[in-house]
């Protein structure tokens, strides 16, 4: 065709599946050497379900009690880990009280009061460092299982816990070894989950080197820190929490289908077609448009 090579890759990275918001995203990419990938909702299909629902002996609280609360606190975020509570919640037919004074710290969870009590769902280590043993055994046994473990909070106190397992997404491994060829490493997995489901998830796709626990900034800081050694990475995510990550890599793409709207304008391009290989097929592309225009 007549049209300049750039723009043509754009055409064609449409044609992939991604959505491009300028020539430059193209060359840029062809420039990554380092590529991080999140895990909720990039490595995984980020659609998780609630597999266990442990109530804390005391609490006066019984499964559905507790699944209710943590559904009625949740159910003004858009996190997966939210949606899969909410979800739970619905399909046993339970009645979701009002929540108030909703706010959300990405990474980390959400707090609102309920019947005029402030409930906290989310990250065992963030929203509870120094939490009892008994709770810390359930949280690990759980982790150990490969279940990203969600804590309960009633007033500050821990009354339960929840287990939530995400399906890694069909095409992961293979996307891993697709962007493992092209970079000559294995990419990186920054997560804000904890260390053991993290691990339990990379070893499956052939993904070594793992960073968990991260808050939105640690990610950015993980990207600053390879940057500065002058590498170029790439950062593929979802979340409202990749945003800074996605706004500080040298290329960022977010993962649009059930990606959050701040991802969605931050990353430099989206994945239209909620497919993760997309992602090594459009790298693979920009060098070959790179090469063109050489
Ligand atoms: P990832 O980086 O893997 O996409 P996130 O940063 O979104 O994960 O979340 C990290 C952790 O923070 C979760 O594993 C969970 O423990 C906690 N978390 C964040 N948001 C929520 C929420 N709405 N409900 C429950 N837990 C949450
Ligand atoms: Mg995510």
Known sequence: STMPPLLSAIANAGRHGVLAKSAVVMERLSQIDTVALDKTGTLTEGTPCVTDIRPRPGSGLDEHELLALAAAAEHPSEHPLARAVVQAARERGLTLAEAADFTSAPGAGVTAT????????????????????????????????????????????PVGALGIADRLRPDAKATVAALTELTGQPP????????RAARHLAAEVGISEVRAGLLPQDK?????????????????????????????????IAMGKAGSDLALETADAVVVRDELATVPAIVALSRKARRLVA
């Open 114 to 157: 309920i019947g005029g009590r402030t409930i906290q769902v989310g990250s065992p280590s963030r929203l509870a460092p120094t939490i009892s043993m008994n709770v810390t055994g359930v949280v690990q046994a759980l982790e150990d299982e490969g279940r990203t473990a969600v804590l309960v909070l009633r007033d500050g106190a």
């Open 188 to 195: 990186v997995l920054l997560t804000g989950d904890n260390e």
């Open 220 to 252: 950015v800081t993980a990207v600053q820190a390879w940057e500065a050694l002058g590498r170029r990475v790439l950062v593929v995510g979802d979340g409202v929490n990749d945003a800074p990550a996605l706004a500080a890599a040298h290329t960022g």
